[in-house]
């Protein structure tokens, strides 16, 4: 048990499909990740939200679109995506202060799009 | 910029072999440094960390020494097994306005060979 919960843990779609990734922590955190881990490349930091505001967006597509509704729920809504976006999504929790900034990551969703 | 390098893969060892992979970072200010392992299949975990300089992390017999002088973090182990086959991520993090900015290394993929 991570404290971090990533659904759904696989998803294929096609291109002009509408779909989102949804995570959920439980630790108490207030600031929230989502990074995109493709093969033979670093780990890319995509967002973050610290107390439910965006805080930093990477230059990341339109067609990946983040919602932090509340601080234990992000969603990553996805449209018009390629096939070079075919990856493993992570998110993570942290707090906002303390633990010298260790990341609680879910277990993934892979997305492969077609 | 801050920055991670860590010793390119994969290690291959056997059983009982001894593990070194090499960890040396940049960072402009007083980093906390992390370790984290993916098991496959499975996300990120925090291995271990340390949050100053000569601050010595260990966990399931994995060690680390933050060494300031030497800008180096360096993963060792003596003794491995088959189920520490996985991919290993060092990794720095630095407060900043959102909260934590953390910068991963490219990862050092680990096989040990029964």
């Known amino acids: 048990e991570t404290g971090v919960t990533q659904t759904p843990r696989h998803l294929v779609m096609g291109m002009t499909n509408k779909k989102s990734l949804k995570c959920e922590q439980h630790l108490g955190h207030n600031a929230m990740y989502w990074y995109k881990q493709s093969a033979k490349k670093p780990l890319e930091l995509m967002f973050v939200?610290?107390?439910?505001?965006?805080?930093e967006n990477n230059s990341v597509p339109s067609r990946f679109s983040p919602e932090c509704p509340n601080s234990s729920h992000l969603f990553l809504h996805l449209h018009t995506l390629q096939p070079e976006d075919s990856a493993l999504y992570l998110c993570?929790?942290?707090?906002?202060?303390?633990?010298?900034?260790?990341?609680?990551f879910g277990e993934g969703s892979r997305l492969t799009v077609l | 910029g801050d920055s991670v390098t860590q010793m390119e893969g994969p290690v291959t060892l056997s059983e009982e072999a001894c593990l070194t992979i090499?960890?040396?970072?940049?960072?402009?200010?007083?980093?906390?440094l992390f370790w984290y392992v993916q098991y496959p299949g499975e996300g990120l975990q925090l291995l271990l960390k340390a949050t100053k300089a000569d601050d010595k992390g260990s966990n399931k017999g994995f060690e680390a020494t933050y060494r300031k002088e030497t800008t180096s973090f360096h993963l060792e182990k003596g003794s491995v097994q088959v189920s520490d086959s996985a991919v290993y991520f060092c990794a720095l993090s630095v407060p900043n306005t959102g909260g934590f900015k953390t910068i991963f290394g490219a990862g050092t993929r680990l096989f040990v060979k029964a």
């Open positions: 939200y610290s107390l439910e505001e965006r805080v």
């Open positions: 090499n960890c040396t970072y940049t960072a402009t200010g007083y980093p906390s």
């Open positions: 993570a929790s942290s707090p906002h202060r303390g633990r010298g900034g260790e990341l609680f």
